[in-house]
């Protein structure tokens, strides 16, 4: 598997993470205090959607990208860096709700629903403009050696990280996730993202 098609399955997984995620924000509207399983979506956001994917997107794809004239501060992968940036900052903030000692108050529940609902509808418009848009553009405009490096490359980083014994653990918390709060759209998402409207940048 090459490497953008890596970066799509894994795509299908944040997905239904961010689905995960917007149902817990549901349940805790309701009165849920589950601080621990906040926790576990800052986790997986930062170790699998972040460290791990968007690592891999800004350290070798979109490098390569700007090594070969796209530009860094304009166009298309400055958009997707910005939204990278964009998508830290909700963590940030859930990650502090996460970790505050103190029952969650009316206002923090609150926060909780807009931070968890502003990322996940950040990362599927997102995950769309670059399924859509940014890796057919990679896939027609970078050469071909380019091309074979970005797939070596990202190789190499996922051969890594399982050597390192991480992609196991932050793929079964995502089936986890997914399970425990959204399990009827778990099978279904994938789907019903792929026929998504177009969006542009």
Known sequence: ???IE?????????????DALVAFTDEVRRGSDDKAELARFVRFIREFADA???????NILFQAMIDAGFPRDGGPVAVMLMEHDEGRA???AL??????EAPWS????????????GYASLLRGHIHKEDAILYPMAEQ??????????DEDCAAFDEAEARAGRQEPLQRLAEELVARHAPALGAATAGAHDAAGHHGF
Do not use: Y
């Open 106 to 117: 009316a206002q923090d529940r609150q926060a909780i629903a807009e931070e968890g609902m």
């Open 52 to 58: 791990a994917h968007h690592g891999k997107e800004e």
């Open 6 to 18: 890596t970066l799509m399955s894994e795509h299908r997984v944040i997905e239904r993470a961010c």
């Open 141 to 150: 405009r970078l050469p071909g050696s380019v091309l074979s490096r970005v």
């Open 1 to 3: 598997m090459g490497a």
């Open 95 to 100: 990650a502090e709700l996460a970790q505050q």
């Open 90 to 92: 909700h963590v940030r």
